[in-house]
């Protein structure tokens, strides 16, 4: 029997109808449209469908839907805002931060988080925050370099 | 993947926990980074989610000789502990999952997961920490090896829920540290241990390495590991757990006898 959840995305209320098992990422892809936010595993490990809720990288496989009334979640979608893109999608851009690009919101969403809470992260907290990113393309130097010219570029 | 059909309810308070916990394979979530994992491989099918996370049961707080704990308090909330002679509790959350996990992952949740190979249940074995737990019957209180009887299996009956993590704040001069070898890709301990030094006691409880973790006999780790009960799996043999597991709880000693004090 499907019950309905709203909650804010990317700075808009949204309403829709789920189950009690719909997962947040599904209710993302499939209800609202919002395919940024990737399925690349089945065993929440991946971290390609890393949004944010609250301000904080979650990854949207691994909360219901329901769970969500009410809070605010950041998509991918999200983050450029008039046409502009954010300074950590333009840093992997201009970095290689990325190769097949899988991975990559996921990661821009987990370097957010990072950044909201350290300006100026050390070369190995950004590592140990990428630990639940999983990228297969890039040996993750370039994401570190992306993400440690998005927080100079911010200081 | 996608978990098997189930109801989603929302608690307010402990009392409706409760009554929706009544009906039968109901399962209360709190941060859900074990259940919706196992949801998801269909090994766990609960009737109804009960869910208890805007229960007020979240935060730390510093109060008659002890900390106490919320069991909603989550990994990320744990990192900012920083009490002397606690170091290990921010040491162990921060090395847990990953940030995402830490975002939403409880201390209570996780401890009644019962996970052999869970990193926290080490720290608050070493510490000496209780538990407060209700339900419609009552409250009662107790330990963390009175709670854990197996891989994932507590000793909490199907109404009961954890409703305070209390640690005794050590006295002063104490030290305490986590220190774990962990799986490369899963992140759990092959072997975790956790050791509070205080002036007149050394304590060390071990993880990853049995059936439930457990606090090891006093002495040297050596000597007390030679006795205790270890298994092996087709990632670390028996033999290795066990050496592995004087090798963690060595390291944890030695860096709580040089946290004592500082």
Redesign the interface.
């Known amino acids: 029997?499907p019950?309905t959840v709203t909650f804010v995305v990317n700075g808009e209320s949204r309403s829709l109808e789920v189950?009690?098992?719909t997962?947040l990422v599904?209710a993302l892809r499939d209800g609202l449209g919002l395919t940024g936010a990737h399925i690349g595993c089945?065993?929440?490990?991946c971290?390609a469908c890393?949004v944010l809720?609250d301000g904080?990288?979650?990854?949207s496989?691994?909360?219901?839907a329901?769970?969500v009334?009410g809070r605010d979640v950041t998509t991918i979608e999200g983050l450029a805002s008039d046409g502009e893109l954010h300074p950590l999608q333009r840093a992997f851009v201009e970095h290689h931060g990325l190769q097949c690009g899988f991975c990559t919101p996921g990661v821009i969403l987990?370097a957010a988080?990072?950044l909201s809470r350290d300006g100026s992260p050390s070369d190995d907290a950004i590592r140990?925050?990428l630990?639940?990113?999983l990228c297969r393309c890039t040996g993750y130097q370039g994401i570190v370099e992306s993400i440690r010219a998005a927080e100079e570029e911010a200081s | 993947m996608i978990p098997a059909p189930t109801r989603y309810e929302r608690a307010t308070d402990l009392d409706h926990a409760f009554e929706l916990l009544a009906e039968p394979d109901a399962k209360a979530i709190a941060g859900g980074q074990s259940l919706i994992p196992v949801m998801k491989l269909r090994i766990a099918r609960p009737s109804v989610v009960v869910d208890i996370s805007r229960l007020e049961l979240r935060g730390v707080e510093e109060r008659g000789g002890e900390l106490h704990i919320g069991p909603l308090t989550t990994w990320d909330d744990l990192t900012g502990v920083a009490h002397p002679g606690l170091e290990a509790i921010a040491e162990c959350a921060n090395g847990i999952g990953d940030v995402q996990v830490r975002n939403l992952g409880t201390v209570g949740g996780s401890v009644v997961h019962a996970d052999p190979a869970s990193d926290m249940p080490a720290v608050l074995l070493a510490l000496g920490a209780r538990l407060h737990v209700r339900s419609p019957a009552g409250s009662r209180e107790l330990t963390v090896a009175e709670l854990l009887l197996g891989p994932f299996t507590t000793s909490l009956g199907p109404q009961e829920l954890v409703t305070d993590v209390v640690v005794p704040l050590p006295a002063p001069g104490s030290g305490s540290a986590y220190e774990s070898v962990e799986h490369p890709a899963s992140g759990f301990a092959l072997a975790g241990a956790a050791a509070l030094v205080t002036p007149g006691r050394e304590t060390v409880a071990l993880t990853g390495v049995s059936a439930t973790p457990f606090a090891l006999a006093a002495g040297d780790p050596r000597s007390a590991m030679a006795e205790a009960e270890i298994f092996g799996d087709r990632f670390a043999s028996e033999e290795y757990r066990r050496e592995l597991a004087v090798v963690v709880a060595e390291r944890a000693l030695a860096r709580a006898r040089e946290r004592r004090g500082s």
Request: some cysteine; overall charge negative; charged content about 25%.
């Open positions: 029997m019950d189950e009690g098992r997962l599904h089945d065993t929440s490990q971290g890393t809720l904080r990288a979650v990854k496989c691994s909360v219901l329901q769970q009334d987990t988080d990072l140990h925050a630990r639940g990113n």
